[in-house]
């Protein structure tokens, strides 16, 4: 997952999780296995959080920022357009948060397979898996414990600041 998807999973988590019923005569009502999912407010309060931080670490940056985009998932484009002469570390910070808010669409939409394509962050093995009640990323590996001898976890937060710090790794060593 790149962190536009982030955009594109607030997009569908809109257009799934949100739209209380859909029109006779759109085209896919006929289509579909089951019926329109109900109205979900805790979708709803999770894409007003997302939009709120992002609203918030754009300002601390950019006071002059102008206003939110009307979509919703037009709030990432809106962020690194108001914020484009940030220093590495700042730009690394905003895409984390923005990769990290994708991962967390994905989650509310039920997809925890995004988890799948990250590796441990301590032992480096793929097969992280989503525990939702920790709302935490858990490794199989075994020998992978901590100080308690509990297997290791993570937070989504955590998971994305790898993914970002790897990818600014990966562009740096192509670029040299
Ligand atoms: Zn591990």
Avoid at 49 to 55: G, H, I, Q, R, T
Avoid at 59 to 75: E, K, Y
Avoid at 101 to 120: F, N, S, W, Y
Wanted: glycine letters at 6%.
């Amino acid at each position: 997952m790149d962190t536009d998807e982030a955009a594109h999973r607030l997009q569908l988590l809109l257009k799934e999780f949100t739209i209380p019923a859909r029109r006779p005569g759109d085209g896919r009502t006929g289509t579909r296995a089951h019926p329109p999912v109900p109205l979900n407010l805790a979708v709803i309060d999770h894409i007003t959080a997302s939009v709120v931080e992002v609203a918030e670490h754009a300002r601390a940056a950019a006071p002059d920022a102008g206003p939110l985009p009307a979509a919703p998932a037009g709030i990432y484009d809106w962020w690194r357009q108001s914020t484009p002469d940030l220093d590495e570390g700042a730009v690394q910070a905003r895409e984390t948060v923005i990769y990290r808010q994708g991962l967390e669409h994905a989650i509310a939409a039920g997809d925890h397979k995004v988890i799948r394509k990250h590796p441990c962050p301590a032992c480096g093995t793929w097969g992280l898996f989503w525990r939702a009640a920790a709302q935490r990323a858990v490794c199989v590996n075994q020998d992978c414990t901590d100080t308690k001898g509990m297997a290791r976890t993570w937070e989504l937060k955590q998971l994305a600041h790898e993914h970002i710090a790897a990818r600014q790794r990966t562009l740096k060593a192509n670029a040299t």
